[in-house]
């Protein structure tokens, strides 16, 4: 049995995941001799621009998508707000959006301020979640409009790793003529996506959710879609974003989306075993705790666990004592003392919502890490609340 720990067990890969060394590796060349601009006319450029062409191609085949399709951009919060706001420059007659409860901050935050700073221009449906993280298909129906400009639906969760219907969703806007977005963040890499089979306009992605650099990331675009770029300047990404392509980073994604299609069922498979274990044994082992969302649809890398009766925050700061790295579900560390609005969105209850941790793990995880938490995890909840005022264990 394990008793203490040399090394950082690393359970927050939603957060940010490692930079593969095979990554590193494809990047080095293009941080040192290779670095021509990609739009230059000479070959010592055009070389460079060959590698973009060949990344860009990897990261098409990752999604079944055409590379004419893939625009890079810094981020995921870039490509969720490119697409949102092109659509509403779109059809600027359209004044209504679509989203969730539960979305990351990256479109949340976007569509409270086009609510807001906007004095209102735009009405935004949020739609509800049940206990388990799911969504209402008969809401979202009922909520589509002639007025809809767009439908924008992450596919994965970031806090639970419930995933959304969301190639129903788009066939239904699609019915309708509204366009539709998904942030993919955190499903790329972990499940199966064909684009070339589903009604998606829109897509984002985040290189260093699946092991790439942080600082790239990916709008898809499907073809023949009516597009307004965010960021106009030079010809770049064929006219969709200004600004030199960041090419070390994009042939980092490009390698990490090769290495991600290869690993795919290693996600599936041992993963979400070491998942599944990890979760069963905290849940066996720790009186009043409980998972948040779906049992079964669910990233495989992904457990969402509250702790009733203590702060998330302050089983974090123990848990770091025995380097294991986790999130908390509560927002307190940005400021606010209210609980994670996505567990709110939940309805979990105000005194497990607080102590809620997400554990997502990667590939680089082993059986031994798990079974370090479990041993670890059941003391610190325990002396955690002997001090609550709440704990009446």
């Given at each position: 049995m394990a008793s203490a720990n040399p090394k950082t067990?690393?359970?927050?890969n939603n957060a940010t995941s490692r930079v593969a060394p095979?990554?590193?590796?494809?990047?080095m060349p293009y941080l040192t001799?290779?670095?021509?601009?990609p739009s230059s006319m000479h070959t010592f450029g055009g070389q460079v621009g060959e590698a973009v062409k060949t990344a860009r191609k990897k990261v098409a085949d990752l999604l079944g998508a055409d590379p004419e399709e893939i625009t890079f951009t810094s981020c995921g919060t870039e490509s969720d707000s490119t697409a949102i706001?092109?659509?509403?420059?779109?059809?600027?007659?359209?004044?209504?959006?679509?989203?969730t409860r539960v979305e990351h901050p990256a479109v949340k935050n976007l569509c409270d301020?086009?609510?807001?700073v906007t004095g209102h221009k735009y009405k935004v449906t949020r739609l509800?979640?049940?206990?388990?993280?799911?969504?209402?298909?008969?809401?979202?129906?009922a909520a589509l409009t002639d007025d809809t400009a767009i439908v924008s639906v992450m596919w994965a969760n970031n806090e639970t790793g419930v995933i959304f219907p969301v190639e129903e969703m788009a066939a239904m806007a699609k019915q309708r003529g509204i366009l539709f977005h998904t942030d993919a963040v955190q499903a790329v890499g972990k499940i199966d996506i064909d684009l070339a089979q589903l009604d998606i306009d829109f897509l984002s992605l985040s290189g260093h959710k699946l092991h790439a650099p942080k600082g790239i990331g990916v709008l898809y675009i499907k073809r023949g879609t009516l597009f307004v770029p965010f960021l106009t300047g030079g010809h770049q990404e064929s006219g969709r974003r200004g600004g030199t392509e960041n090419v070390a980073s994009i042939v980092g994604l490009g390698r990490a989306c090769e290495l991600a299609g290869e690993k795919m069922a290693e996600e599936n498979g041992r993963v979400k075993q070491?998942?599944?274990?990890?979760?069963?044994?905290?849940?066996?082992k720790v009186p009043k705790s409980m998972l948040n969302g779906h049992k079964t649809a669910r990233l495989p890398n992904t457990a969402n666990i509250s702790f009733e009766f203590v702060e998330g925050e302050a089983i974090l700061l123990h848990m770091n004592q025995h380097r294991i790295c986790a999130s908390s579900g509560s927002a307190c560390t940005s400021g606010s003392l209210e609980p994670s609005h996505v567990l709110r969105a939940m309805g979990v209850p105000f005194t497990a919502a607080h102590g809620s941790i997400r554990f997502s793990l990667s590939v680089y995880n082993t059986e031994e890490e798990v079974d370090f938490v479990i041993e670890k995890m059941p003391a610190i909840i325990a002396?955690?609340?002997k001090m609550s005022p709440f704990w009446k264990g």
């Open positions: 067990i690393y359970m927050d095979e990554v590193v590796e494809a990047m001799e290779s670095y021509g601009n706001l092109s659509a509403l420059r779109t059809f600027p007659e359209k004044r209504h959006v679509i989203t301020s086009l609510q807001t509800k979640v049940d206990s388990e993280g799911m969504l209402d298909m008969a809401e979202y129906e070491l998942r599944d274990k990890l979760e069963e044994g905290l849940l066996a002396s955690l609340r």
